[in-house]
């Protein structure tokens, strides 16, 4: 047991003098690291897609809209994101039991315009 | 701004204050630099999440529940699976249960590190405040690439837990807990000997084991006060059935104990990560819950890593539930917090208010925000042209100058 | 016979109008169904002062159709929940607080008041809470009938559909 | 002569010089302090780029303040600064101006700085600044004894109350600079309670009081005030150093250089004390600066006057 007194972060604080600064400066320059498995922009696949709007229907916000453009026999599949909206829960590709939502490791999406936080996938 | 009664001062800390991370008031009457009356006013953040719960589905509402704090807020989804799954009836797979308890370890980990540094930053002791925040980052990335997310990691699903748990990422787990275990143990060593410290928080925000008993305090202001009142001892869910825990307490009933009780809960937390991923059966990590759920009440308890969390959901046999009520342990903490409060001092408000780690967020639980079309947002071009219009009005005209 | 029975065997002893309105849900989960205000502060009063239930959890308010109801949480020592449930109709919400056996409640009152509109007698005074100070008067939005949708935010009115259409016309 | 004398007092080593070494000195603590907490810590231009960017910005004055003092404050404060600068030998052994007793005048224009502080939290009637106030004045009479008599004690041996027959006679005799140590560990840690610096920043805690006495100031006049007191802290380093630390060659470009070697060290002792200690509570500074400081000081006066007969 070490004997009380001050100062006694001292010696943490003399090392770390001598090592590599645990932040990084991103200001201008610097990039964002994304973990393995982080959730980022949906991936849409329409040649997947069967149109059963499980997606729709279980989006905590209701950011994901998947809209059929063609006709019942050909499809033309089509998504549309909320990016503002969107939460990143990824529920949505829990529930496509087709696998033709995806999520990709993209998480950079700021605007200036409200109307660009809507996309199409 | 100021009231002066005599001798008497009115401080208001709040709703605006540095050291509150969200917005609560607190009517604090100075004589001198003692308090000695003091007034909590919180509801800032009430969002109506229960109200919203009521009109969506369930599997909707998990994500609402998963918001409900940013901090524990895999505390809070599992108590509402645990609900869902009990009323369902369905059998979470063992598997699944550990995986459970690896990320609600992780999150106290990270919760008491995060406090470890707000209360070493309410007095002035920056430097710890850095270091515990270093190192919070490090299990925040591990949930990132495990859950998918730093705060709201999504892990928890109805019947299990949403993603496999791989080789890679209990080798990285054990990397970091190993790592965090060597800082903990200075971080120990440091609490129980820096004199400025120690300074600071001993005999500060006292709340006597009979107090505590009588205002309902949970979590680690309860241990502190000698209270042995953990859920996972008292009532064991999940994989805590098996997993040894150790209760830890306290018999200091001060700020210095709370701080001693979270350090040693952090590491009580790092073996139990260590026995759940020795000992992780294998098998499935989730198994199908109906959409609809069967009518019946339940009241669930899980004990997050500031206390006790309640959850009561009863469900009308629609895939939409009839009431659902979280109850988080701030809650329970608020009426120590006002007696605490008071015979201090103004310098011991901050901490003694930090000390409870307190949520206003959780506290208040429940306004969504609807996509109506009369919600008043400017874009970048409107903002602009207000400001614009706005120096006109000063008499200041931004558009004529050349720079 | 386990705790729980013993517990609730204890309390029809005490209280014969408990015989068949009290069930042991589950492992360390004792449920009562309605009881009048009488009868509920008669309970509380005993779990409190005799069976040693020292600390309350919560009280979680409910919407019972024509009726309010209130689900107090309590337990002891051994970490068994008993959940007193009392009843209230919706036209005349008044129940006694409880503040004096367990201080740590008046918070959870406060908010049945704001959120149930349940008069609570006995509540000490203190800020409203948790909605805000503008809040339109007469308004509780925990109960069933009141749609969120219907809430104005920039004058804080509560529009229902009917007055909309009467102004229409 | 007289444009000389201008040139010292307005430029160099004068208030130009005094405030460009503030900045250098706002960096180096910042940076260092950063990098003892794992950071990477603020670029070399940002002590500047936080100034002018607060001299660009329009100044806001409460309602119920004094504007005419809420204005004059930091000028008074920046202004006592600059002048006892000029008691201070930075390039030589002798600075721009001395007499015989400027020391004490020294330690009185340092006194300008709190004062000016206390003034401006009082005249600011915000309730956080009025404590702020209160607790300036209160730290005041904590350090000021033990920060005094040590400072003296080291005059006592010289036998003289000028700052620069002070180093001159150190210069003469370095060995005799052995006998202050005492007064050196109090000197530095009164000064830090002097320039209310963690651990004893209690006047402006940030989670307390927000920020104490300046909670009502911004803009230019905030630009002011904290030049002032960046340039306090360069003259207490410069003052501590020249006072605990005499080693001079004699040649003046050496001891030029000697002096940014001490002042920088005397940061760097301060920057880790900041670093490395919780803010203590008001009456725990009063009782520790009365209780340890003072009786050390005064017993390190008593030596000094023994010593002083015996040299």
Redesign the interface.
């Known amino acids: 047991?070490?004997?009380?007194?001050?100062?006694?972060?001292?010696r943490?604080?003399?090392k770390?003098?001598f090592?590599d600064?645990?932040?990084?400066?991103y200001a201008g320059k610097g990039t964002i690291k994304v973990?393995?498995?982080?959730?980022g922009r949906l991936q849409y696949d329409p040649s997947k897609c069967i149109n059963c709007r499980l997606c729709m229907?279980?989006?905590?916000t209701?950011a994901i809209t998947i809209i059929n453009e063609g006709t019942k026999e050909e499809k033309k599949m089509k998504a549309v994101l909320n990016v503002g909206?969107c939460?990143?829960?990824?529920?949505c590709v829990?529930?496509c039991n087709k696998g033709s939502l995806t999520f990709s490791q993209d998480v950079d999406f700021a605007s200036?315009?409200?109307e660009d936080l809507t996309v199409e996938l | 701004m100021s009231e002066t009664d005599k001798n008497k001062v009115v401080i208001p800390i709040g709703p605006q204050h540095p050291s509150l991370d969200e917005p609560a008031t607190f009517t604090i009457t100075l004589e001198g630099e003692k308090v000695v009356n003091a007034v909590i006013g919180v509801g800032y953040n009430h969002r109506g999440l229960e109200k919203a719960c009521e009109s969506r589905t369930y599997i909707q509402d998990l994500y609402i529940i998963e918001r409900v704090c940013g901090i524990c807020s895999h505390a809070h989804s599992t108590a509402f699976c645990m609900a869902i799954e009990e009323l369902t009836g369905v059998k979470v797979p063992m598997r699944a249960e550990y995986i459970r308890v690896i990320v609600a370890e992780l999150e106290r980990l990270h919760s008491h590190l995060l406090w470890l540094g707000t209360a070493c930053h309410e007095i002035g002791y920056d430097t710890m405040f850095m270091y515990t925040w270093r190192d919070r980052e490090k299990i925040l990335d591990l949930m990132a690439s495990y859950g998918g997310n730093r705060i709201n990691y999504g892990v928890n699903t109805f019947g299990g837990v949403r993603r496999e748990f791989d080789e890679t990422t209990s080798s990285d787990i054990i990397k970091t807990i190993d790592e965090l275990d060597e800082h903990l143990k200075r971080y120990m060593e440091i609490a129980l000997t820096e004199t400025t410290l120690v300074s600071r928080l001993k005999g500060v925000g006292m709340l006597s084991h009979e107090d505590a008993l009588n205002f309902g305090a949970v979590g680690p202001v309860a241990k502190a006060a000698g209270i042995g009142y953990d859920i996972r001892v008292a009532e064991p869910y999940g994989a805590y059935k098996e997993i040894p825990v150790k209760l830890i307490t306290d018999d200091r009933a001060d700020v210095y104990g709370r701080t001693v009780v979270r350090i040693l809960e952090m590491q009580e937390s790092v073996k139990i990560i260590r026995y759940a991923i020795k000992n992780m059966p294998g098998g499935d990590i989730a198994v199908k819950v109906p959409r609809r759920i069967p009518a019946g009440e339940i009241l669930t308890r899980v004990e997050a890593p500031r206390g006790e969390n309640i959850h009561f959901v009863r469900s009308n046999g629609t895939d939409m539930p009839d009431r659902v009520r979280v109850k988080a342990p701030t809650e329970a903490n608020w009426h120590g917090v006002q007696h605490m409060l008071k015979s201090g001092r103004l310098a011991d408000v901050p901490i003694t208010i930090a000390a409870i780690d307190p949520c206003y967020s959780c506290t208040d639980r429940a306004i969504v925000v609807n996509s109506g079309d009369n919600i008043n947002v400017m874009d970048w071009k409107q903002l602009r042209q207000y400001s614009i219009d706005w120096y006109k009005k000063e008499g200041i005209d931004i558009t004529a100058l050349k720079l | 016979m386990s705790r729980e029975e013993e517990i609730v065997k204890e309390l029809c002893d005490r209280f014969p109008f408990l015989q068949d309105r009290i069930y042991v849900q589950k492992e360390k989960r004792i449920f009562t169904k309605e009881l009048s205000k009488e009868e509920f502060e008669q309970v509380i009063a005993f779990v409190h002062d005799e069976m040693g239930f020292y600390r309350s959890h919560h009280v979680i308010g409910t919407d019972e159709g024509d009726n309010l109801g209130f689900l107090y949480i309590v337990s002891g020592s051994d970490n068994i929940l008993l959940i007193l449930r009392e009843i209230a109709p919706k036209s005349n919400p008044v129940i006694n607080s409880i503040c004096k056996l367990y201080p740590s409640i008046v918070l959870h009152e406060r908010e049945l008041v704001d959120l149930f509109g349940a008069v609570v007698e006995g509540l000490p005074e203190g800020p409203s809470y948790p909605l805000p100070d503008n809040w339109p008067k007469g308004n509780y939005p925990m109960r069933k009938e009141w749609n969120p949708k219907y809430l104005n935010k920039d004058t804080m009115t509560y529009e229902p559909p009917q007055e909309k259409e009467a102004e229409n016309e | 002569m007289v444009l000389e004398m201008l040139l010292k007092v307005f430029i160099f080593p004068g208030f130009l010089f005094m405030s460009a070494y503030s900045f250098l000195v706002e960096y180096l603590d910042r940076k260092i302090y950063a990098r003892m907490q794992n950071r990477v810590g603020p670029p070399w231009y940002q002590p500047m780029a936080d100034f002018f960017k607060l001299m660009g910005k329009s100044e806001i004055i409460p309602e119920d303040a004094n504007p005419l003092m809420f204005r004059l404050l930091p000028l008074i404060a920046l202004a006592s600064v600059a002048t006892a600068f000029t008691y201070i030998p930075i390039y030589g052994l002798k600075a721009t101006s001395s007499f015989s007793g400027d020391i004490v005048i020294v330690l009185y224009f340092l006194t300008m700085v709190p004062l000016t502080s206390f003034l401006a939290g009082w005249y600011s009637r915000n309730a956080y600044a009025t404590i702020g106030a209160t607790r300036v004045l209160t730290q005041m009479f904590a350090y000021e004894v033990p920060l005094f008599m040590s400072i003296l004690a080291p005059a006592l041996i010289a036998d003289t109350w000028s700052i620069t027959e002070m180093a001159a006679y150190y210069a003469a005799h370095p060995m005799h600079a052995l006998i202050n140590i005492p007064a050196l560990v109090v000197g530095i840690i009164s000064i830090q309670c002097k320039l209310e610096r963690a651990p004893f920043d209690t006047p402006e805690a940030e989670t307390e009081i927000v920020s104490g006495v300046l909670v009502e100031y911004g803009g230019k006049l905030l630009a002011m005030f904290k030049l002032a007191v960046h340039c306090e802290l360069v003259l207490v380093i410069s003052f501590y150093s020249a006072i605990f630390l005499p080693f001079f060659t004699g040649i003046a470009w050496v001891d030029f250089i000697l002096y940014f070697v001490k002042t920088l060290l005397t940061l760097f002792i301060l920057v880790l004390m900041r670093a490395t200690m919780a803010r203590l509570e008001i009456n725990s500074t009063v009782r520790f600066c009365w209780k340890y400081l003072s009786p050390v000081a005064f017993a390190q006066l008593i030596i000094n006057i023994i010593a002083g007969g015996v040299l």
């Open positions: 047991m070490e004997k009380k007194g001050p100062g006694k972060i001292a943490d604080a003399l770390n003098l090592k600064p645990a932040t990084t400066s973990e393995r498995g982080y959730r229907k279980d989006c905590p209701g909206h939460i990143f829960c990824c529920q829990d529930s200036l315009n409200k």
